[in-house]
């Protein structure tokens, strides 16, 4: 399919074919798409967690208030943040960077440039990502406002800031598997609503993770579509300056 044919055919499917299964491989191959998504200083903060074991379904579709997107589902995909490993993966970008700089820099300017890469891996990330109880994220908001002044500066910093970032990036991952699904002719729906304390005990995720989305997979039945695609009139949201 053309990507306009793939989001045409993207619809969110509330009720799934019981009678039809889909390939988990075929299904982990779009995950692995997913994570060629752009994101965020490719921190890559993020996790996703392929179910296809029958008991865990159910236990996440009860975490999932029971809908029936959920209780249908062949498969489902949870995405899920990790913020809390931002300086591990901090720490491999910086590599990579030095990396990609002595294979690709001339001699004279790869001092300069690995120098640029660690510090901004090495001590720009860890600053902006470190939370600690609302207190590191206010100490950036200040030093972001006074800065500001003089020179052009990002001022979303805070520590929901840099949270909202990180679900920001993972909502893409979750966007290119969704797309990459309607390509294999297999449906989705994107869930919001859910326990996020009852599907982090199932995963057993730790403190630090944060559930994005949890996306159920498998084959429409025409019922599982409610209606025509509604979306407001273009004018009301295109804005040309």
């Known amino acids: 399919m053309s990507l306009e044919q793939i989001l045409l055919h993207r619809r969110s499917v509330r009720h799934y074919d019981a009678s039809k299964e889909i390939d988990p491989e075929l299904v982990k191959?779009?995950?692995?798409?997913?994570?060629?998504?752009?994101?965020?200083?490719?921190?890559?903060?993020?996790?996703?967690?392929?179910?296809?074991?029958?008991?865990?379904?159910?236990?996440?579709?009860?975490?999932?208030?029971?809908?029936?997107?959920?209780?249908?589902?062949?498969?489902?995909?949870?995405?899920?943040?990790?913020?809390?490993?931002?300086?591990?993966?901090?720490?491999?970008?910086?590599?990579?960077?030095?990396?990609?700089?002595?294979?690709?820099?001339?001699?004279?300017?790869?001092?300069?440039?690995?120098?640029?890469?660690?510090?901004?891996?090495?001590?720009?990330?860890?600053f902006l990502y470190t939370r600690f109880f609302g207190i590191a994220g206010f100490l950036r908001k200040i030093l972001a406002n006074v800065l500001s002044i003089f020179r052009p500066m990002v001022l979303e910093v805070s520590e929901n800031d840099s949270r909202v970032v990180v679900h920001k990036t993972c909502a893409l991952a979750a966007q290119t598997f969704m797309l990459a699904m309607s390509e294999k002719g297999y449906d989705t729906c994107p869930m919001e609503g859910f326990d996020s304390r009852r599907l982090k005990r199932v995963l057993n995720l730790p403190m630090g993770a944060e559930i994005n989305m949890v996306v159920s997979c498998g084959i429409r039945l025409e019922k599982g579509v409610w209606g025509d695609r509604m979306r407001l009139p273009f004018e009301e949201v295109y804005r040309n300056i």
């Open 29 to 126: 191959s779009c995950i692995q798409l997913a994570t060629l998504s752009p994101n965020s200083s490719n921190m890559q903060l993020w996790e996703f967690y392929h179910i296809t074991d029958k008991a865990t379904l159910k236990e996440i579709a009860h975490a999932c208030l029971d809908q029936e997107s959920a209780t249908t589902a062949k498969q489902m995909v949870v995405f899920v943040t990790r913020q809390d490993l931002h300086r591990k993966h901090a720490k491999k970008m910086m590599e990579l960077e030095v990396q990609n700089v002595l294979k690709n820099s001339p001699n004279e300017k790869q001092e300069k440039r690995s120098k640029r890469w660690k510090l901004y891996y090495g001590k720009v990330m860890p």
